[in-house]
């Protein structure tokens, strides 16, 4: 069965460091999306991504963050100089050929930042 | 603006023993709707989901919901409790915009006893 796969599953990095998640998304998917679940709090929404732009971000998404699908199928979430509150863990989501099928999510990365 | 709202936050079953984790949800419209299952150090499992087709909804693993629109509720029972099932659970429901946000709940962990 096709599935989401994330790398690395776990980063460690310095504060002010930036860092790249990538994932691989299902492959005949086309929404593709980036949650977060930091420690003992809910899984909050980070941003969508289709047809090669962010369709909808939250307001955690400012200016320190990115997406890219640099090719047909990777998909990475770049946070440009991390702060201790960006630890989590980082879910990529995919889902297939409407916004409204169910999300199939990667295993996670976790990010520690020290 | 739609939100879910799990009404345990831990639930403890002996083994063999039915599993009935609660939600209830909020939606100005007709809701789609989901249950994650989320195993230690493993990534977002789809359960099962109800996008208004029949109200009882059998997902993976035994687990079944029912969508009752009276009672704005989408419990999640299993007849039977398996070891295997201790995890933490998480309704979760997708916001009507074009983009497929997912709002999900606080969770619930589950403890299976022998």
């Known amino acids: 069965e096709p599935e989401v796969t994330q790398t690395p599953s776990h980063q460690v990095t310095q504060m002010g460091q930036e860092v790249i998640l990538r994932c691989v998304p299902i492959?005949?998917?086309?929404?593709f999306y980036w949650y977060r679940q930091i420690l003992g709090q809910k899984v909050e929404f980070l941003v969508s991504f289709y047809n090669n732009e962010i369709s909808e971000k939250s307001e955690i998404f400012d200016d320190q963050f990115s997406v890219e699908r640099p090719d047909g199928s990777n998909f990475t979430l770049k946070i440009r100089s991390t702060k201790l509150e960006d630890s989590a863990m980082y879910f990529c989501a995919s889902s297939g050929q409407t916004s409204g099928g169910a999300k199939y999510f990667g295993p996670g990365t976790r990010l520690t930042v020290t | 603006a739609q939100s879910v709202t799990q009404l345990d936050s831990h639930v403890s079953v002996s083994e063999g023993t039915p599993v009935l984790l609660r939600c209830n949800y909020s939606s100005s419209y007709s809701p789609s709707l989901f249950w994650y299952v989320q195993h230690p150090n493993k990534g977002l499992q789809l359960l099962l989901k109800?996008?208004?087709?029949?109200?009882l909804v059998k997902g993976i693993n035994g687990f079944e919901a029912e969508f009752k629109k009276s009672e704005t509720s989408f419990h999640l029972t299993k007849p039977s409790a398996h070891m295997s099932d201790a995890a933490e659970y998480f309704c979760?429901?997708?916001?009507?915009?074009?983009?497929?946000?997912?709002?999900f709940g606080a969770g619930t962990q589950v403890v299976v006893t022998p």
């Open positions: 492959s005949n998917h086309l929404y």
């Open positions: 109800y996008t208004s087709a029949a109200t």
């Open positions: 979760v429901v997708r916001s009507t915009d074009s983009w497929g946000k997912l709002q």
